[in-house]
């Protein structure tokens, strides 16, 4: 059986990562939006699921900032691009398939985070799961802090291949 060629999978990694988490974004928010503003849909414990409309950035941050969140959202897709377009020869990070997943991950939140402040109709990023004190998030928010403890570990406890 012939082996994979390791820089052709690096990018089905990332692509396949970042479409599959994208989609499961998209699909758990619509599925929300059915559902009133405020609603609650499962209660269990310090577990529930109800639908907000967040403006801002994480933890409600930047409220009424949507354009510059917009930017900040496209530049850190480009940068993303950008670095594993043309840097990564130079540089050879990421060259594990755990940092190529991060990146997906990471990659994924944002584009997911994106649509939403693109959609007109939706007013906000859509945010519908709680988990104790903390404040609600989606799909998209937790791909990108899970991309980002991936990232780091990658950096600090791997070593690095081609």
């Keep these: 059986m012939p082996r994979l060629d390791f820089p052709r999978v690096r990018w089905l990694v990332f692509?396949?990562?970042?479409?599959?988490?994208?989609a499961a974004d998209q699909i758990t928010k619509n599925w929300i939006r059915g559902y009133d503003l405020g609603e609650v849909i499962f209660r269990r414990g310090f577990f529930r699921i109800q639908h907000i409309e967040n403006a801002g950035a994480g933890f409600g941050l930047f409220q009424g900032y949507s354009s510059a969140l917009l930017v900040v959202d496209f530049v850190a897709l480009g940068l993303i691009l950008l670095y594993l377009i043309f840097l990564f020869g130079r540089f050879g990070f990421p060259a594990t398939r755990t940092s190529w997943v991060a990146l997906g991950l990471i990659f994924s939140g944002t584009t997911g985070n994106l649509i939403?402040?693109?959609?007109?109709?939706?007013?906000?990023?859509t945010d519908f799961i709680y988990i104790g004190p903390w404040?609600?998030?989606?799909?998209?928010?937790?791909?990108?802090?899970?991309?980002?403890?991936?990232?780091?570990?990658?950096?600090?406890?791997?070593?690095?291949?081609?």
Excluded: W
Aim: hydrophobic share 55%.
């Design 116 to 125: 939403d402040r693109l959609n007109p109709a939706v007013g906000g990023i």
């Design 15 to 22: 692509f396949l990562t970042a479409f599959v988490l994208v």
């Design 135 to 162: 404040p609600a998030f989606n799909v998209a928010d937790s791909s990108i802090t899970i991309g980002v403890v991936l990232l780091a570990y990658s950096l600090l406890f791997t070593k690095q291949k081609t």
